[in-house]
């Protein structure tokens, strides 16, 4: 890495690395730079490219803003193998939607894949997340792979069927709030035991509306669904047992 910082206010020498997340919440920034300038603390990180600019790998937000202010640029050359997310954790976190959105600007499917299947349902993120990858909505199993570029789509079926419930229990059953996470979180668990029949859940859901009400944990929810499920019916179904049965056996304990 090249330390010396370098000034200049030739804008055009600059250019955006893809990955870079979307310009965003610069008002403190911008005033803070138009009463202090360009902090020598903290120099944009910039790389070599082959067509004699220089890409932007962190501080395009403080570039976007000198640009705006007409303050000169404070840069650094930075060699190095430290990825964009590194440098900017210790001073700026990226949220999951930054991660999804500069993913899907590299043009990895998995990422548009829950993007889409996000804005459809209103699920919150980091269930879809889980859900896409082919686990349940309450794991965080795949955050570090989301995080790191590598993540993968699994198997659909359980996010496919949840989407199904989570749309009839807003549109036929009225129930504004049926993304709440918690709730999703207990249908997720309860669609993977072989035995649940989405097909009566929802019909029992909009013949017993009434009983719906937030609870404030997911195994509330699973034995609200479980009362729902069984409701006035002969052939009553354990759910809350069998789904913690099902969740062993998809993810057995390792003896050591």
Known sequence: MTSKIQEISDYEKFELLQFNRPVKRTQ??????RKYGW?????????????????????????????????????????????????????????????????IREGRHPYAAVQQYHQRTGISLI????????????????MDHFKAGTYQLGDMQNAAMV?????????????EWATNSLLVKALSRLCWVPEFDSKRFMQKAKDHRFLFEKRP?????????ELIYNRNSQNKMPLTFLADETAKNRNPVKMK
């Open 39 to 103: 902090l020598d603390a903290y120099p944009m990180h910039v790389v070599r490219n082959n067509n004699g600019k220089l890409k932007i790998k962190a501080g395009h937000h403080r570039f976007h803003v000198a640009r705006k202010l007409n303050i000169p640029v404070k840069y650094i050359v930075d060699d190095s193998d430290i990825s964009i997310r590194e440098l900017e954790q210790s001073t700026s976190p990226w949220t999951l939607s930054d991660y999804l959105i500069s993913n």
């Open 127 to 142: 269930c879809c997340i889980s859900m896409l990858g082919g686990e349940s909505a309450g794991s965080q199993n795949k």
């Open 28 to 33: 403190y920034l911008e005033k803070s730079m």
């Open 163 to 175: 989407e199904r419930i989570i749309k009839f229990l807003r549109d036929r059953c009225n129930i």
């Open 217 to 225: 944990s997911v195994e509330d929810y699973t034995n609200l669904i």
